[in-house]
């Protein structure tokens, strides 16, 4: 089975510009989900999903995160402006939706903000 | 707020030393509990999980977590580890309300010395 797709892996931009990644998850997985992980710290959820509605975007900072999941499958999240405390690991991550289950984690796409 | 406390955070052992990795969760509810592990270069990866029955879980590569309910914890357990198990391990805690929220520790660095 094909696992979480992300891209970039890699990304450096400067502050105040814009950049975006995409995910794709793991085909039949309702639930997708985006997490920031800092340096030296374990994933934080910023916004999760349910097919293509949103069932937790509590910590996601609204005024400069986006993050959308049209049709319910492939999902990208957005930044604009980027700050220098942006700097992270994106990771995208999937599961099936429904009763007990795991997420299935993608690589990510390491964020540098310079 | 649910919180999930992982205060190993780098551990040191040479190869065929025993390993106790230590989390604690704050929600008091039933939870389901999982253990990811991520090596270096890799994405995050399911090592183990608990959601009923016997608290003692086994999980791939020789691991194994222990679910003490009073102590509210689910500490990771390895007999003797290899130099592959260098890794970065990390604890994670779902709601039985919301399966599908996932609540991560901070990590464990795992630097294991052939």
């Known amino acids: 089975e094909a696992g979480v797709a992300q891209s970039p892996r890699y990304k450096i931009i400067e502050k105040r510009q814009s950049v975006a990644f995409w995910c794709n998850p793991i085909?039949?997985?309702?639930?997708l989900y985006w997490y920031q992980q800092i340096l030296g710290q374990g994933p934080k959820l910023l916004i999760q999903?349910?097919?293509?509605?949103?069932?937790?975007d509590s910590q996601l900072p609204k005024d400069r995160f986006s993050a959308e999941r049209l049709k319910g499958v492939d999902s990208t999240l957005k930044i604009q402006p980027a700050k220098l405390e942006d700097s992270a690991v994106y990771l995208c991550?999937?599961?099936?939706?429904?009763?007990?289950?795991?997420?299935?984690f993608g690589q990510g796409t390491r964020l540098t903000v310079v | 707020a649910q919180s999930v406390s992982q205060h190993n955070h780098h551990v040191i052992l040479s190869e065929a030393a025993s390993l106790e990795l230590g989390c604690n969760y704050s929600y008091g509810g039933t939870v389901n509990l999982f253990w990811y592990v991520q090596y270096p270069g890799q994405h995050l990866q399911l090592l183990l999980k608990y959601f009923s029955g016997d608290p003692l879980v086994k999980g791939i590569k020789g691991f194994e977590a222990e679910f003490i309910k009073s102590k509210f914890s689910f500490n990771l357990r390895k007999p003797s580890v290899q130099w592959s198990d260098t890794a970065e391990y990390f604890c994670a805690v779902t709601p039985i309300y919301n399966f599908n929220k996932f609540y991560f520790g901070s990590g464990t660095k795992l630097n294991v010395k052939p």
């Open positions: 999903f349910q097919n293509n509605g949103v069932v937790d």
């Open positions: 991550a999937s599961s099936l939706g429904q009763g007990v289950t795991e997420a299935f």
């Open positions: 085909s039949g997985h309702a639930t």
